[in-house]
């Protein structure tokens, strides 16, 4: 149904499926969450870089 492109409905779904055993279902349900938040994720993490932050601040 594409739900897997809205991060938080993505995470839950991945997380159903694994608490279900259905390990590959959760495979390709993660897949597709990654494809839409891979760059969002790299950005984030080159901005962490640049700015000498290896660890999450909080």
Same mark, same amino acid.
């Given at each position: ?5 809205? @991060? ?49 601040? @909080?």
């Amino acid at each position: 149904m594409g739900l897997e492109e809205n @991060v938080f409905i993505g995470n839950s779904l991945v997380r159903f499926y694994e608490e279900c055993r259905d390990l590959d279902r959760a495979w390709q349900c993660l897949m597709k969450c990654l494809r839409e938040t891979l760059c969002r994720g790299l950005s984030l993490i080159c901005g962490y870089g640049r700015r000498n932050m290896p660890k999450d601040p @909080v």
